[in-house]
Structure formats: structure tokens, C-alpha cells
């Protein structure tokens, strides 16, 4: 059925362009013989096909459009005839001879033109025929078309101020009166449009009627142009004759149109000094009509206008701008009960936009806008409307974007009680916002009660609100969330060591409610961020020795020791571990042995019942051998336990190779250049045997297991050990004991089993030259080395 209609349309048109194309040869050959009769003849047949009722608006526009082409040819034609003396009053009146009213319009509207530019006759009174002969037009499309085309060839015509057709002193006023009067005229006939058909084709219609707007909106852009519209005019004249015909037209589609219209084509500063006007139309449109979007639009541009420059601001006071906006979308809120809460929150996300252009300063504003959105949502619940949350996060970012400081909305009273009504997902969000906010600007929060207000604002990546939720929650982009968070917590900071005292409170009260989930990656930044504080207050300490300090290293540590137990619940012992000897070495910096040593203490407990895997085990045993190494501060006693701990933990690892290099790191316990009560050469050189054992009996293992011997790196790196501690001046390391290690290493490697490996042997190569280099040096390192003797290897 569609298809078909579709067919006959162009059958339809295929026959009316067909005719036109036809009527317009004769008449250019009556254009060409000055044949002035015929050409007014078959130009009335040419317009006569313009009479048809069965094209669709789109398919008329074709027509109507070579007409068109076809008439300036003829208005070309009537200008040299007026040049050639022919009477142009009486070829004014000859047109109307036309048999047919449409095609004795159109020309009337052609010669009229003409008429115009001759000066003959005042621009007005020409235009003022013209205007009310159009009345003759009813046909809603032919009526249109018909206006545009006098809209069309008139308005480089109308008698405007410093035009050429400039009349009396109300010149301006008649030019915007013909306007007005053809907008009128434009704007029924379009809406007539709507109710003429059967209903099943009214969306078509609708479309329809969509494709012909800018026929009528062309007016208003007309009424833009004229030069004499001054503000006193539009204010008294153009917009209430406006606004009084879009009232009066009840038709959603124009309404919205032509706003939008008036909205985009007159100048800002008319907008902001008819405010009160333009405003006190919109309650009174059709409740259909799409009003959030022209409200929108309107504080967009006034937005736009109060941005480009300062000088117009003094303007929006004057005028209170806000007030008016203010109060206009209160208005429009309360009668539209069906407004759904995205329209509602759409109107205050533009009205705080407007807000902090135009008053930036004024907080006030701001909440009292964020107090109306929480009314507004007052009831609801979790919104769940998509639209609506996105506009709610676009209304909670702007401050941020603005001010570029998140002490500005921890002033809002209203800002947390609009992120309540966010769903969890979007909550997140919003509090990513504000994080990276803040570290985008780098800004440095510095009291406790605005980490405790930050901390409640963002508590949705901060602890489970829905634990239901947490495991559909992307493992990557929760790990995101919450680095985000761990990097937060470092910029929380004052100077103040009282106040930053508190700001770790207040931080560990927070963190501990993220559960086990959340603790492996908020833990570690807030402990090192107190022991900033440690060190911060330990240097205090020695400056002002003597004075009562409110906050102690003491206190933060016995914080540090509750707080990294915790961890213990995830389980992540490693990282509990990590964190335990940074802070017994911040203790030993503090020369707080007790406080270290149960640091120490419980990371031992740590590694003897929660790690139990063998790489886990030879990493963490090697931290601890470089903390303890690093320590100070111990008594002989409490230094003795710790190592001979140290070194049994080594020797009881699961793989020889492991062991091997353990024990032979143990060596450095025993052996501090700054410390000279800890230089104990035998038990340095203890260690070293017993890691030759040990690399001797996974030596065998290899030979029993694989039946070739295994690498003979372990050797190497032990000879590597043995020059270190010789350089160092541990007289238990001879050079009869280098010797027998270099000739170890070349029997090992010369062997029959020995599997070629190249690494090894440069490893090898690498050490004999370093000991060659230290003898060429010369001074007491030569002489130290010369015994060494390499030349058989």
C-alpha cells in the first residue's frame, strides 16, 4: 500500500515537473520575442501546476523549487522592461488578470518585488497589498510556500532603517509589522496542517510537518536581521506579538520550534533584558512540549554570553538573572507533575552552569540549587534511570570542574545528599570523579573534618554498600578504584603534626570498614603515609627536646602494629610482612629498640605460620636479612636472637640453591663497616662454609639425580662473597681460602659430568678479572691482592 502510494507520487511529480518544464519553454520563447502577453500567459500555466493536492510536502518542495528558478527569470525579464519604460503600476495590475488565484500570486508577489526596487510606490504599502492578497492562499502547503516566497523576494526589500527603501520615521516599525503579520499568517497555516487527514496518519503528518519548519522559521531569523529592531522595540513590539502567537498556536511541535527559534536567533543581551517575559511564556505551553530542552538552551547561551566576557556581568545582576531562571524552572517544575526526574535534574544541571558563570562566588546559590534538586528526589529512592543519573553526575561535576577544588564542595551542605540518590555503579563513579579531581589538581587536603566530609563522600569505593554486588564487580576495574584510593591518601597532608595526627585517625577509621577486599591496597599507602609522620615528629623531637609533644612516634606505631593485623584477615602475609619490617626500620631510625623488635617479632610469626610458599619464603627471608642487616639499634641479645633466626630460616629452605644463597646473605649480619661492634669475622666466615656445603651437597645431588654435575654458579658467587669480606678486612678470610675456591671452581667446570654452560664461565672469566684490576691499581689494594694468583685458571 505504502509502495504504491509512493509510485503514484512520483508519477504525480514525473507529470507536474513535465508541465512546468513545458509551459516554461514557451515562456522563454516569449521572454526572448518580448512577447510580454504569452510570457504572463504560459508563466500563469507554468504556476498552475503549484495547485496540485496530491504531492507530499517533500515532493512539492521539488516542484515548487524549479518554479522558482523559472520566476527569477522572470523577474530578471520584468526589471528590463521597467528599464525600457514599460509601465511598471500597470504590469502590477495586469498580473491580477491571472484566471487562477495561486499562479496570480505568485506573480503578483514577482512583480511586486520589482514594483519595490522601482521606487514608484512606498516600500510599506506594496508590502502591506502583498501581505493581505495571501490571504486568498487557505491550502495549508500551497499557503506556505506561497508566504516564502514573498518572505523569499522581499526581504532584501522591507523599508529598514538605512535601507534604501528606508520611509517616514516608523519605517522600521512597518518592515517588522509585514514580518510579523507573514509569521502569523505562516505559523496557522502549519498548524493546521496537523489536523487535517485521518488520525492512523498522524506521525506522518508529524514528520511532514517537521520537513517544512524552517519555512516559518525563516521569519524570525528576518525579524533578527532588521537593523531597527532596538531593544525598546523588540521588548515592546516583536517578542510579546511572538510569544503571544506561540501561546496561542497550542501545537506542541510549534511550540517547541519556535522557541527554540527566538531562543537561538535574537541577540543574548535582548534575551537577559526580556527575561522576565520570555520566562513567563513557558508555563503556558502544552504540557507535551519538551520545555527542559528550551530552558536549557536558554541558560546555555546566557551561560555562554556571561563567559565571553566580564564587562556584561554587572548586566545579570541587574536584571537578577538567577532569581528569574530561578523561579521560572521552580514554575515549570510544580506544573509539570509527570515531569520525570531526568527533565528535573537536566533544568538544575543547566541552572548551576549558568550559576558558576555568572556567580561564581556565591556558594550560596549553588546549595540552594542542590538543595531544590534534593526535593526534587526526596522520596525516590536509588534512581535507576540512566539518563537521569548521568545528568546527576554532569550537575555534581560541575562545581568540581569549576572551582578545581574539592574544599569548595565539602562547603556544599547539599552535595552528599544528592550522590545518596545515585545507584552503587554510579556512586563509584561520581567518587572516581572526585578523586581524580583531586589529583589532577593536586589538591592537598589538610584538616581532619574535611578528610571525614571527603571519606563520607566517596565511601563507595571506600567500603561495600551492597556486598551482594561486590563479586559482579570487574576485578580490573576494582583494583582501578582502589589504587585511585591509595593514591588519595597520600594527599592528605598538613603541616600541622597535631592536626596530621588526627588526619591519620581519621583515615584508619575509614579504611578499616573496606574489608579484607579493599585492605591490601588502602593499607600500604596510609602506612607510609604515618610513617612520613614518624620521621616528621622524630626530627621535631631533637629540635625541641624537652617539650610535651601531643603526638609521639610511639602512638603512630602502636596505630601501625593494630592496623597492619588486619591484614592477617585477608590473607596477604607477604605484604603484611613487607609492611612490618618498614616499620621496625622506622623504629630503629626513632632508636625505639622494644617497638622494632616486636616489629620484627611478628614478622617472624608471619613467616613461620602464614608463608608457605618456597618462593614466597626466599623472598621474604631476603627482606628480612636486608631490614635486619640495616638495624642499629639492637642490643647483643635482642640482635642474636633475631639472627640466629635469620640464619635458620635460611638453612631450612626447600631448594639447596636457595639455602646456599641465604645463608651466605646471613654473612652480612655479622659484619657492619659503620658498626665496629658488629664485626665478627668468625661467624662471618661460618656462614660462608656452611654455604659451601651446602652448594657442594647440591652439587652431588645433581650428579646422583642427573648424573652430570650441576652449575657451578653457586661456587662463583660464594668466591664473589669471599673478596668482598677480604676486601672488607675480615682476617678469617685468607687467600689460602680464595686460592682453594678458584681452583675449586676450575676443577668443577673442567670436569668429565660438567654440563657446558657459557653464562657460568663468563660469571667466572668476569671475577678473575676484577681481581687482576684490583692489582693493577697499585697502592695497598695491589699489595692486598698480589698473593692472589689466577694465572693457572
Not at 544 to 551: C, D, H, I, K, L
Not at 725 to 740: A, H, M, N, P, R
Request: with cysteine; charged share 25%; net charge negative.
Amino acid at each position: 500500500m505504502i509502495a504504491g502510494v509512493a509510485e503514484d507520487e512520483e508519477k504525480w511529480l514525473s507529470a507536474g515537473i513535465a508541465g512546468l518544464q513545458q509551459n516554461a519553454f514557451f515562456m522563454h520563447r516569449a521572454l526572448d520575442s518580448n512577447n510580454l502577453k504569452d510570457a504572463l500567459k504560459y508563466s500563469a500555466q507554468m504556476l498552475s501546476e503549484l495547485r496540485t493536492s496530491r504531492l507530499s510536502p517533500h515532493k512539492y518542495y521539488e516542484l515548487y523549487m524549479r518554479a522558482f528558478d523559472e520566476l527569477r527569470k522572470l523577474e530578471i525579464f520584468f526589471k528590463e522592461e521597467a528599464n525600457r519604460g514599460c509601465s511598471i503600476v500597470e504590469l502590477y495590475e495586469l498580473v491580477q488578470h491571472a484566471g487562477n488565484i495561486l499562479p496570480r500570486l505568485y506573480l503578483l508577489c514577482t512583480v511586486g518585488s520589482v514594483y519595490i526596487r522601482s521606487k514608484e510606490a512606498p516600500a510599506k504599502d506594496v508590502l502591506k497589498d502583498l501581505i493581505e492578497m495571501c490571504r486568498g492562499i487557505q491550502h495549508p502547503v500551497r499557503g506556505l510556500f506561497l508566504r516564502s516566497y514573498l518572505s523569499q523576494v522581499s526581504r532584501d526589500k522591507l523599508p529598514d532603517i538605512g535601507s534604501e527603501y528606508e520611509g517616514d520615521a516608523d519605517t522600521a516599525m512597518d518592515a517588522v509589522e509585514f514580518v510579523l503579520q507573514n509569521f502569523t499568517e505562516m505559523n496557522k497555516l502549519w498548524v493546521r496542517m496537523q489536523h487535517q487527514g485521518p488520525a492512523r496518519e498522524k506521525e506522518k503528518r508529524e514528520k511532514e510537518r517537521s520537513e517544512l519548519r524552517d519555512l516559518v522559521g525563516k521569519n524570525l531569523h528576518v525579524l533578527g536581521q532588521i537593523e531597527g529592531v532596538d531593544l525598546d522595540m523588540y521588548r515592546e513590539t516583536v517578542l510579546p506579538r511572538v510569544l503571544e502567537q506561540v501561546v496561542n498556536c497550542k501545537d506542541e511541535i510549534a511550540q517547541y520550534y519556535l522557541m527554540d527559534c527566538v531562543i537561538q536567533v535574537f541577540p543574548d543581551e535582548y534575551h537577559l533584558q526580556t527575561l522576565e517575559t520570555l520566562l513567563g511564556a513557558c508555563p503556558q505551553l502544552q504540557p507535551s512540549v519538551d520545555i527542559k530542552m528550551v530552558l536549557a538552551r536558554l541558560m546555555e547561551r546566557l551561560s555562554n554570553y556571561a563567559a565571553s566576557s566580564a564587562e556584561v556581568l554587572p548586566i545579570f545582576f541587574q536584571v537578577e538573572a538567577f532569581a528569574k531562571l530561578n523561579n521560572a524552572i521552580g514554575k515549570v517544575i510544580e506544573a509539570q507533575d509527570d515531569m520525570p526526574i531526568y527533565g528535573a535534574v537536566t533544568l538544575y544541571a543547566s541552572l548551576l552552569t549558568f550559576t558558576l558563570h555568572v556567580h561564581p562566588d556565591r556558594l550560596d546559590y549553588v546549595d540552594q540549587i542542590l538543595g531544590a534538586c534534593v526535593k526534587k528526589l526526596s522520596g525516590k529512592g536509588k534512581l535507576d534511570d540512566s539518563k537521569a543519573t548521568k545528568q546527576i553526575v554532569a550537575l555534581l561535576s560541575a562545581p568540581l570542574e569549576k572551582y578545581k577544588d574539592i574544599d569548595t564542595a565539602l562547603k556544599l551542605s547539599n552535595y552528599p545528599q544528592v550522590m545518596e540518590y545515585l545507584d552503587i555503579g554510579t556512586n563509584k563513579e561520581m567518587s572516581n570523579v572526585i578523586i581524580q579531581s583531586i589529583l589532577k589538581n593536586r589538591t592537598c587536603i589538610s584538616t581532619a573534618e574535611k578528610v571525614e566530609a571527603l571519606f563520607e563522600l566517596i565511601k563507595g569505593l571506600i567500603k561495600d554498600i551492597n556486598e551482594n554486588l561486590q563479586d559482579e564487580l570487574d576485578e580490573d576495574d576494582f583494583e582501578e578504584e582502589q589504587n585511585s584510593v591509595a593514591r588519595l591518601i597520600q594527599m592528605l597532608y598538613t603541616d600541622d603534626t597535631e592536626e596530621m595526627m588526627k588526619i591519620i585517625h581519621t583515615v584508619r577509621k575509614h579504611i578499616m570498614t573496606g574489608g579484607p577486599k579493599r585492605l591490601p591496597f588502602t593499607v600500604p599507602p596510609f602506612t607510609f603515609s604515618a610513617l612520613k609522620l614518624v620521621r616528621r615528629l622524630q626530627s621535631q623531637n631533637k629540635n625541641v627536646s624537652g617539650e610535651e609533644v601531643a603526638a609521639t612516634p610511639k602512638d603512630i606505631f602502636q596505630i601501625l602494629m593494630q592496623t597492619i593485623e588486619a591484614l592477617s584477615s585477608v590473607p596477604v602475609p607477604e605484604l603484611a610482612l613487607r609492611l612490618y619490617l618498614q616499620c621496625a626500620e622506622a623504629a630503629n631510625d626513632c632508636d625505639l629498640e622494644p617497638v622494632a623488635y616486636e616489629f620484627f617479632t611478628q614478622a617472624y610469626i608471619l613467616y613461620e605460620e602464614e608463608i608457605s610458599d618456597s618462593k614466597a619464603q626466599v623472598t621474604s627471608i631476603h627482606l628480612i636479612i636486608g631490614t635486619l642487616q640495616r638495624m642499629h639499634v639492637f642490643g647483643v641479645e635482642n640482635r642474636d636472637t633475631l639472627t640466629h633466626k635469620a640464619t635458620g630460616y635460611s638453612s631450612k629452605l626447600l631448594k639447596k640453591p636457595d639455602q646456599c644463597r641465604a645463608v651466605y646473605a646471613c654473612s652480612h649480619l655479622f659484619w657492619l663497616d659503620e658498626n665496629n661492634d658488629m664485626k665478627d669475622g668468625e661467624r662471618v666466615m661460618l656462614c660462608l662454609k656452611r654455604a659451601l656445603r651446602i652448594a657442594n651437597a647440591a652439587q652431588q645431588m645433581a650428579n646422583a639425580t642427573r648424573g652430570s654435575s650441576g652449575s657451578v654458579v653457586l661456587f662463583i658467587e660464594i668466591l664473589n662473597k669471599y673478596l668482598y669480606f677480604y676486601e672488607k678486612g675480615v682476617l678469617q678470610v685468607t687467600v689460602d681460602s680464595i686460592l682453594s675456591m678458584i681452583e675449586l671452581i676450575k676443577q668443577e667446570t673442567s670436569g668429565e659430568n660438567t654440563t657446558p654452560d657459557p653464562a657460568t664461565d663468563a660469571f667466572f672469566a668476569s671475577t678473575l678479572r676484577y681481581i687482576q684490576f684490583q692489582k693493577d691499581k697499585g697502592g695497598v689494594v695491589a699489595e692486598k691482592y698480589k698473593p692472589i694468583k689466577t694465572e693457572f685458571a
